[in-house]
Each structure stands twice: as C-alpha cells, then as structure tokens.
C-alpha cells in the first residue's frame, strides 16, 4: 500500500472510521501511523475528500463534526435502520427543548436570564440531565449579585447534533417562524415527553441527529414556544465563542 497516494489512503481511513466508536480527528488519524509512514494532515484531507466522494449514492455518508470524521448511515434512512435495536428512541419533554435551545443560541446564558425569557421556573432535573448528558457545561459565573453560572454548549452536544460548529446551527428565523401561544403558570410535566422522529445513526452508535429535528419537535408541538425572541442580536447568528476547547469524548 502506498501511503503517499491518497487514493490508497482512503479505503485506510475508511477502515479506521468504521472500527472506531467516534469522531476522529485529522490529529487522532496521523497518531495510527507510525511516525515514518505518517501522512501529512493535507495529504489525510485529500484522502478523507476521496472517501467523502466515494460515499455518494450509498446508504451512509462521511460527516465532520466538532470532534472530527466519521461515518454514518444517512439521516433519511434512519426510520428504518432504527428498527434494528429494540429499545424506545430517546425521547424529550417540550420544557428541556426549549431550555437547550434557548442555551444554544443565547450562550453563555444563565438559569435567570432561562427563566425571565420562557416565563417559567426551570426544573432543576432539566438542568441536570442536560449536563449528564454533556449537552451543556458552566463556562462561568456572571458578575452580578449572587454570581449565578453560566451555561453553554459542549462538543459533544455538537458531535450529537451532527454540528461541525455553533455557525451550521439553524437560523434563529426557524424559531421566530414557530407559533407562540401562552403557557400556564405551571411547567409542563416531564412525565409527558415528545419523541423525537429521525435519527442520524453510525454504524456503532445509533444517537447522532439533527438540531433542526429537535426544533421541529418544538414547532409540533401543541402550545409552541414561550419566548420573545425581539431582543437577540440582529444578525441572527450564533458565535463559536464559548465552544469547548477539550477535546475529551464521552
């Protein structure tokens, strides 16, 4: 095999990315040769475009997410292969939804700043469950009286959401296009979550979909959100500024 052609080192990538359990990252790649053989990281890039090409018309796809490359089964096949494992798909109340996507366009955003914006208490077993499943992490404390945390996404709520980074997020329009209707003063049981509908799934780990499925979950949803989106920045656009900068998997 001749290591220096790209088109030699591609069915090795393709290798690689099907026997891993995740992301791998140009860095991480370069590490699984020895150090004479190593590729240089364009000569890795122009082997992963190659394989990236031979994908087209095949039932999965090369995908680069915040941790790195992988390969995964095509989000439209996705109600089908799910069949294959028995369990129930992840499902998730209305209340969390809209409390991770309030964190993931208004980061570094406080439980307060939440609150004032859904007009409801935020249930602490949301907060929780959002950070076991590092969705979201303190990134710091606000100066203000109390010094209340701030939260923001992770890499692994990118790696999940099938997000190279916070720009490839939905326009903030998607949200403003969604009904808005009144919520009563008491928060939404979580005892009555939504299923999610599609998923992206890799061929060894079934939990990858999109954020513009998780906010269509929201938009299906029979009372909406319960949010005044008039006071964010009018660009509409998301920054990377708070993207976590470890590159530790889950």
């Known amino acids: 095999m001749n290591l220096s052609a790209p088109q030699d080192l591609a069915p090795l990538l393709e290798a690689f990315l099907l026997a891993t359990g995740g992301p791998l990252s140009i860095e991480r790649l370069a590490e699984l040769f020895e150090e004479v053989e190593r590729p240089s990281p364009a000569l890795l890039r122009q082997a992963l475009a190659i394989l990236d090409e031979s994908c087209q018309g095949r039932g999965f796809e090369l995908r680069e997410v915040a941790s790195g490359y992988r390969l995964q089964v095509r989000e439209r096949f996705s109600p089908w292969v799910g069949r294959l494992w028995e369990e129930r798909p992840q499902r998730y109340s209305r209340a969390l939804l809209e409390t991770l996507a309030l964190i993931a366009y208004r980061q570094p955003i406080t439980r307060g700043e939440i609150e004032e914006i859904r007009g409801v208490a935020v249930n602490s077993q949301i907060v929780k469950t959002l950070q076991e499943r590092e969705w979201i992490r303190v990134v710091g404390h606000r100066d203000v009286p109390g010094r209340p945390a701030m939260f923001a996404t992770t890499r692994h709520f990118l790696d999940y959401f099938n997000l190279k980074n916070l720009d490839e997020l939905p326009p903030l329009a998607v949200l403003r296009e969604m009904d808005i209707e009144p919520l009563s003063n008491e928060e939404a049981p979580d005892s009555e979550p939504i299923q ?55």
């Open 196 to 250: 999610t509908n599609a998923e992206s799934i890799t061929p060894v780990e079934k939990e990858q979909t999109s954020f513009r499925t998780l906010l269509a979950e929201l938009d299906d949803m029979e009372q909406g959100l319960k949010t005044d989106f008039s006071d964010l920045r009018q660009e509409d656009e998301p920054t990377n500024e708070f993207e976590p900068q470890d590159t530790e998997q889950p």
